[in-house]
């Protein structure tokens, strides 16, 4: 036997027992021991939910033994017992995980009735009519909770039995009325399930606590966890409690309440309640609930009495409170209170107020911001009203957050041209390519059936700051109609959709959206989150545009320019296809002398933008087929259009065809192949950078990146390689500018051989995009497709695409950077795959030591945010 404790009385526990507790359990026992009234109850811990699944689903002896006691301690201090008919005890159970979560089963009320109790009930309270009330909500709350029973075939007995009585609400059906319906509702329960409703309250207890656990893997919460980073060996606790009863008459009630305005954030108590009337009431919309100023003149002495335990609940967890009373027989009670939830512009000025309140510090209100909230302060969102009104017609990946609507076109070159007709444009394709850039820059909002997080369309979306949902399975595209199906319904060129990058939601019509208003709140407290972290923040940019926005949101360099992105530009692009197929090195060299001037004017763009901060730029990167058509009319067009036979081009597209490009032609090995791509784009970066300073006075200092490196060797080659060029204009235009050469860490045998390689780079960045993929050993464009199988599964829990896998690839990632620094121990090291732009990576990258992030512009402000708080987390030199 163990001696584990697994079921806590309130007044055992404490606001810091959140994770055995639960919030829920750990907030009523801090309320409990702070004297305010709550009705008495139990926990039983998550450790008890844990303990469920490893003992197969079971409740064993010890922790019934336990509950049992601990019920036996609440019937002895409310002078009641469960089953009583003189006396009875009934209950509420509720879930309460260590953070709130949406999913799990959540409240079951008046547990504990029965035949017998239901009539201790009425004789007690001398009030039949509440005692069969009370009842009937349980039948149908116990069956629909624990027992699955749809919750509608209650509801229509319900409403038959309002229609026969020809009366509209709930209130106007008296005790006997309530008698049928308690008979029907139990007529049907055995119907369904063959068995009578339990009468014995401790086996209704059992089952309740039982549901509790076992919902805490329904589908629901299972993606509830996901997409919130909650770890699903957490479990959930159960609170047991003493009914306080908000039906029983004029003088009783029940409510909710924020201590402060959960949209806006204004030092304003909100809430509302309904009188005479139970929990379920003011969430279901039965009746229309009282705003809470009310209560002040139906109940003035609980009014008062609410709203000075508010205060001093607000004061005492130092944060917005959000509150659940119930008013018995005019004595109030506290069911709840939990840091509320709010709108990121509500946390915003909560955390600014109560740092100039006095109540928290700097450091403190840093924590109270999510920072993935701060995407809605930075995109435009859907009207919430509007939003409330509309039905998700399909669902994907919220692949970049936003609202967007506009008319769907199926390819990038239409998206572009009723772009500019002046159209507002959804790009729906079954996936982006580069070639499909301007149609993505021209598009409100762009979705895709395939592809994950990573996808082309996510990780160009969200540089671009443009709405996305990606791998939206549930729809069939027909790109050759221009037609796409969801269900029954079928969506022509031109009707209108709407998307919730936010979400992955997909809309029929359109929903109006709204542009975020940033108040001067953010910009206070990012500048106590930049006062705070000491990772920095660089950006992943490949256009002077998306440069500028970054530097707007703080961006404090580049750390990732793909130098690929400006090779599909149109005007590039034939030059780019003549490079590609040139026979000769004189015809390639001839081919790459039209591209330097452009490549040279890019360079030149971003560094303008970025002024004095530094500036990585990366050599080619992508296969060369990716520049080549594939489809038979497009090489015999493309052909014409550069002046070759249809066999010459189709044999350049063969002999580049590869089974597995990810892992094919790419990265470095461009340069080792073609060394003069690598010699031009290094001339472009340095004579761009000689260029700007000497005409804008800028210090700038180039950081020319060579990516997919796994072997020292070829790092030496192309450093070499490049490094002669640099060297040569260097000396001829008689500057003195400093450059340094790195690479990317993104091949495991690259992190594995990290103290050699770092012999030669003078500064790290690791691409953990490849990193991940070749860690897993599965494409981060195809891994979509099943990883859902692996989170139904419980292999994984989440997309270590999106948040990097710390146990692998962390593990390489913190190896690396020991390796490198042991080489060189003043090597720079960042990071520039997506995970830069995700807050539990950040915190990683803080922990490991790295000096920067680097992230997709409207991720900036979410990374210094994180960087802020894993300082307070664990704080660094
Ligand atoms: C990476 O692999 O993490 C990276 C940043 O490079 P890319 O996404 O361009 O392959
Ligand atoms: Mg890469």
């Known amino acids: 036997m163990s001696n584990k404790k697994y079921v806590y009385l309130f007044q055992e526990g404490n606001a810091s027992m959140r994770n055995l507790l639960g919030g829920k359990g750990a907030n009523l026992a801090e309320m409990t021991n702070l004297g305010i009234p709550v009705p008495e109850g139990f926990t039983v811990t998550t450790e008890a939910c844990v303990k469920y699944y490893s003992d197969g689903k079971k409740i ?178 159960v609170n047991v409690q003493r009914m306080a009863f908000g039906n029983m008459g004029n003088t009783s009630g029940t409510g909710v309440a924020f201590t402060r305005d959960p949209a806006t954030g204004e030092k304003t108590i909100f809430g509302e309640y309904l009188i005479n009337a139970q929990g379920e009431d003011v969430v279901a919309g039965v009746r229309t609930p009282q705003p809470l100023k009310k209560l002040q003149q139906d109940l003035p002495e609980c009014y008062e009495k609410f709203m000075g335990i508010a205060q001093k609940l607000e004061n005492h967890y130092r944060d917005m409170q959000d509150m659940e009373f119930t008013i018995e027989q005019g004595k109030l009670y506290f069911l709840q209170t939990r840091n509320g939830k709010r709108t990121a512009e509500a946390a915003l000025k909560i955390a600014v107020d109560l740092v100039k309140e006095g109540l928290l510090t700097k450091d403190e209100a840093i924590l109270k911001v999510e920072p993935k909230q701060l995407d809605s302060v930075l995109h435009p969102t859907f009207d919430t009203q509007e939003l409330k009104k509309a039905k998700a017609i399909a669902s994907g990946l919220p692949a970049s957050p936003g609202a967007a609507c506009g008319k769907v076109y199926f390819t990038a070159e239409e998206a572009k041209v009723h772009h500019q007709a002046g159209e507002d444009v959804i790009l729906v394709r079954l996936e982006t390519s580069p070639e499909d850039i301007e149609g993505m820059v021209a598009s409100e909002g762009i979705l895709t059936v395939r592809g994950g997080m990573t996808s082309h369309a996510a990780v160009v979306a969200r540089g671009m700051g443009t709405c996305c949902v990606a791998g939206c399975g549930d729809i069939s595209v027909d790109e050759q109609s221009k037609t796409f199906q969801i269900g029954e319904k079928k969506f022509n060129e031109g009707d209108y959709i709407s998307l919730d990058g936010s979400t992955g939601n997909v809309y029929d019509g359109r929903i109006k959206a709204v542009e975020p208003e940033i108040s001067g709140h953010f910009g206070t407290f990012m500048a106590w989150a930049d006062e705070i972290r000491k990772l920095k923040v660089r950006t992943n940019a490949d256009t002077p545009k998306d440069a500028k926005q970054a530097v707007k949101f703080g961006a404090q360099g580049i750390g990732l320019c793909r130098t690929e992105h400006m090779f599909f530009e149109e005007d590039r692009i034939p030059a780019v296809r003549e490079m590609i197929v040139a026979k000769s090195l004189e015809q390639r060299e001839n081919a790459l002398a039209k591209l330097l001037p452009m490549q040279r004017e890019d360079f030149i763009g971003i560094y303008e933008a970025m002024e004095e901060r530094p500036v990585t730029i990366r050599l080619l990167d992508p296969p060369l087929h990716e520049f080549l058509p594939s489809e038979e009319e497009d090489i015999e067009d493309l052909a014409k259009e550069m002046g070759i036979s249809y066999e010459e081009l189709k044999a350049s597209v063969d002999s580049l065809h590869e089974f597995n490009p990810m892992m094919g032609h790419r990265g470095c090995r461009l340069a080792v192949s073609y060394p003069e791509i690598a010699r031009m784009q290094a001339r472009a970066i340095i004579e761009a950078a000689i260029d700007v300073r000497r005409r804008k006075g800028y210090n700038i200092m180039p950081e020319i990146m060579i990516p997919l490196v796994g072997e020292i060797k070829e790092l030496k080659f192309v450093k070499d390689t490049i490094k002669e060029v640099v060297d040569q204009i260097i000396e001829k235009e008689n500057i003195n500018m400093e450059y340094k050469i790195g690479t990317m860490i993104e091949i495991p045998r690259a992190a594995i051989t990290a103290d050699e390689i770092a012999k030669e780079a003078e500064f790290f960045s690791f691409g953990t995009n490849d990193l991940t993929q070749m860690t897993f050993g599965f494409s981060r464009d195809d891994a979509a497709k099943f990883l859902n199988y692996y989170y139904d599964n419980k292999i994984y829990e989440f997309d270590p695409f999106q948040k990097l896998d710390q146990n692998g690839v962390g593990k390489l990632v913190k190896m690396a950077s020991e390796l490198g620094k042991q080489t060189r121990p003043d090597i720079k090291l960042g990071i520039c795959g997506e995970h830069g732009g995700d807050p539990s990576s950040v915190e990683f990258c803080h922990n490991v030591g790295l000096n920067y992030v680097s992230c997709s512009p409207y991720r900036v402000p979410i990374a210094r945010l994180a960087a802020a708080q894993a300082q307070v987390k664990n704080p660094r030199q």
Not at 162 to 191: H, M, Q, R, S
């Open 60 to 237: 064993g002896e010890e922790i019934s033994r336990e509950i049992v006691q601990a019920l036996r301690v609440v019937e002895q201090t409310t002078e009641k017992k469960f089953g009583s008919k003189e006396n009875p005890l009934l209950v509420s159970v509720r879930s309460g995980a260590r953070v709130s979560m949406p999913g799990m089963m959540d409240t079951i009320l008046n547990l504990g009735l029965n035949d017998d109790t239901v009539e201790g009930v009425a004789k007690l309270t001398n009030n039949i009519r509440f005692a069969y009330d009370s009842y009937r909500r349980f039948i149908q709350m116990f069956s629909d909770v624990v027992m699955g029973i749809e919750k509608r075939k209650f509801e229509n007995i319900l409403d038959q039995v309002k229609e026969e009585k020809g009366v509209k609400f709930d209130t106007e059906l008296d005790a006997n009325d309530l008698k049928g319906i308690v008979n029907k509702f139990k007529e049907l329960y055995k119907k369904e399930l063959g068995k009578d409703f339990p009468q014995n309250p401790e086996e209704q207890l059992f089952e309740a606590v039982t549901a509790v656990f076992s919902s805490w893997d329904n589908p629901r919460a299972i993606v509830y966890r996901r997409l919130n980073d909650i770890p699903g060996d957490w479990g959930t606790a």
